[in-house]
């Protein structure tokens, strides 16, 4: 292996070990690893540019906008106490009831827009209830990532596999993921229940306070709120449309951000701008960054092609194989960069004489989906809700959220397994 090879590794290693250790901030750690990259040459800054998803960032960023002066009318918070009294006032009731909205908007969204939503409806209800949020948002970011696999806008790898595949069509998607989706949310659902139940008791009386509250009273500013609402609901038709319109997710999350800025006036503008989470959108921007020097090696294309030649072309194998790498991968490493690396190479097994490329596609597309649920890092959903979280002062440490994260996303593979064999390979 080449010296900027071996190089680039140990950048990655040590990178990924002082994030994981969290003694300094995620953010500091990612960016420096990601300018020793151009730093000593292992990528240009061109090339380094060139791998920065500034289609995530700018969907991330319109979005936060959005939000956040939306946040301002009080609309969450009426979200949330109407929530919170039909489950009346109940943590678990409350907990499933916010998991199912969530898989159910990251279907039909993308699960970055869902978990920016619904962040905000979990802290005031927590809030109110004096419960820890931190079980509350882990089982959303999970939520939110099974509900993304279900649809071609759900979750980024699926846009990138429905833009290289044109005839992965949107309800080929959801015909040929949306059933495994029900059933993994069917058998992880009472699960977090077991494993949280305990964690988020409250007393009868702060039940009974909720339920006598009036949702009516937190609506604040009428005029804003209907300027907001109906710029997102303008935002979230754009990404049913985006496609057919040819515009990326990122363009019409800025302009609804925009055009939002442009009827609130510059007051409300500096405001939401401040209120962004630039220590996430930096994060990404490292990440990005540093991932790129293993691409530009050759280092994921390598590992990439030498897994696929261990099956030998078996279609059950090379499947299974795919579906698992691809998760596990996921869970460690963006799963942008692994996803545009491993297309080509389902590709040019087409050219080499596999008929059937139908359960290579859903295998990458549920790996690479379910996968960023095994650690914080492993999609943007996850870093968007942890980085929301700490700044109200409850952070969700790596270590914490993989113990959770990491054996249900084996769960999930496994029953995408027995369903990608059953379906296609039987």
Known sequence: MEQQAILAIGIFLV???LIIAEKIHRTIVAMLGGVLMVVLGIVNQETALHHIDFNTLGLLIGMMIIVNITAETGLFKY?????????????????????????????????????????????SITRQLRVNPVPFLITQILASNIGGTATLIGDPPNIMIGSAVKELTFMAFINNL??????????????????????????????????????????????????????LGLTIVGFFLHQML?????TVALTGAFILLLLTGEHAMENALSKVEWTTIFFFVGLFVLVSGLVETGIISKLA????????GNPIATSMLILWLSAIASAFLDNIPFVATMIPMIQEMGNMG?????PLWWSLALGACLGGNGTLIGASANLIAAGLSAK??????????????????????????IYIYVRYLL
């Open 178 to 231: 949306a059933p495994i989706v029900v059933v993994i949310m069917a058998c992880i659902l009472p699960i977090f229940v077991v494993m949280f139940r305990k964690q988020i008791q409250t007393t009868p009386e702060l039940k009974m306070s909720i339920m006598h509250m009036d949702e009516k009273e937190v609506i604040t500013n009428r005029p804003l709120l209907i300027k907001s609402v109906s710029v």
């Open 354 to 358: 596999v008929d059937n490329l139908e």
């Open 79 to 123: 979200i949330a106490l109407i929530s919170a009294k039909k489950a009346k006032g109940d943590p678990v009731r409350i907990l499933i009831s916010l998991v199912l909205i969530t898989a159910i908007g990251s279907a039909f969204l993308d699960n970055v827009t869902t978990v920016l939503l619904m962040v905000p409806v979990t802290f």
């Open 246 to 250: 040819h515009l990326e997710s990122a």
């Open 305 to 312: 092609a030498q897994a696929i030649e261990l099956t030998g």
């Open 15 to 17: 990178t990924y070990g």
């Open 392 to 417: 109200e002062g409850h952070p969700i440490k790596f270590i914490t959220f993989m113990k959770y994260g990491f054996p249900l996303m084996l769960l999930s593979v496994a029953l995408a397994s």
